[in-house]
């Protein structure tokens, strides 16, 4: 396979599982998770459905994709296995793409067939988002020259802080999951506070609350975190050195982030806003990842 054939098939991928996450964002908030009933991998006891409803499309849809970008991605991590993995990057990618791939499908199945809790459905999202990054990473590495190395100026309270703040980005997203699962969108109508005194207490009262403040409180503190680490790689470094450009795009996901936050509360949940949230801190956790892998290869130099 030649190199730009293999960059396509990169790129389709990448495209691909970014779709898979907002494909499975979508059944839990439109709660088709058992638009198919307990069957797996048919759908209602058929495998094509003939009768058709909004939850059985959304589910079916998803399984569709899931198949699709399943065969996509075994196919590139193969071949990109094949063409580079001469590089350790490479080999651990193109392994673990296909890994977190298949294990994502089985809690998918596990909760069709059987039923999961709340807090084993929140990883579901979270294991997808490893896929995804996974394949990301591995298609920003083919578009790299065969021996090329590319890493950050050596910082090493910054290192340090990518990854503390790259590990605390996975579990806020957890958190979101979470949100999304046990319902609690809409729990808490007033900002920043749960209710503003007049719907009800300021301080949560129960279950659903809680989990969604947590949620709330936990992405303040990431949106502080990246922001500070961006004023103190621009003082460090520079506004136009590599390192603070990639700091600055990713304080203006995280903002972004917020936002669409707020307008989710706003909104009560609105379809757009709860897709665009995932969106963005899918694209916001692989730039932390693929930062990670530039100071793996400033170690190793």
């Known amino acids: 396979m030649s190199e730009r054939t293999l960059r396509i098939l990169g790129i389709a991928s990448t495209i691909g599982m970014l779709l898979l996450l907002l494909s499975g964002a979508l059944v839990t908030k439109m709660d088709s998770g058992l638009g198919c009933g307990r069957h797996w991998p048919g759908c209602n006891g058929q495998l094509i459905p003939t009768e058709i409803t909004q939850e059985v499309l959304i589910e079916f849809s998803h399984r569709v994709v899931t198949g699709v970008v399943g065969l996509l991605i075994v196919a590139f991590s193969y071949f990109a296995y094949r063409a580079k993995g001469y590089l350790k990057e490479v ?39 490893l896929s995804f990054t996974s394949v990301l990473l591995l298609t920003l590495l083919l578009f790299e020259s065969p021996y090329q190395t590319k890493w950050l100026p050596v910082d090493p309270f910054l290192k340090r802080q990518t990854i503390a703040v790259t590990i605390y980005t996975y579990l806020v997203i957890y958190t979101g999951a979470l949100v999304r699962h046990t319902k609690s969108e809409i729990v808490c109508p007033s900002f920043p506070f749960c209710h503003d005194g007049t719907t009800g207490p300021w301080q949560p009262q129960f279950f659903e609350e809680y989990v969604h403040m947590g949620h709330r409180f936990a992405a303040l503190l990431l949106f502080v975190w990246i922001v500070s680490l961006t004023i103190y790689t621009a003082r460090r470094h520079g506004l136009s050195s590599f390192g603070s450009k990639r700091w600055i795009v990713l304080s203006g996901l995280v903002i972004a982030q917020a936002l669409v936050g707020l307008l989710i509360v706003w909104t009560q949940a609105h379809l757009i806003a709860a897709l665009s949230h995932s969106l963005i801190v899918a694209i916001l956790f692989g730039l932390l990842s693929y930062l990670l892998l530039l100071y793996y290869r400033e170690s190793r130099a």
Not at 103 to 108: D, F, H, S, V, W
């Open 91 to 129: 080999r651990f990618l193109a392994i673990s793409s296909v890994f977190f791939l298949i294990l994502q499908a089985l809690i998918g199945a596990a909760q069709v067939l059987w039923g999961q809790g709340s807090f084993i459905l929140a990883l579901h999202f979270g294991i997808s988002l």
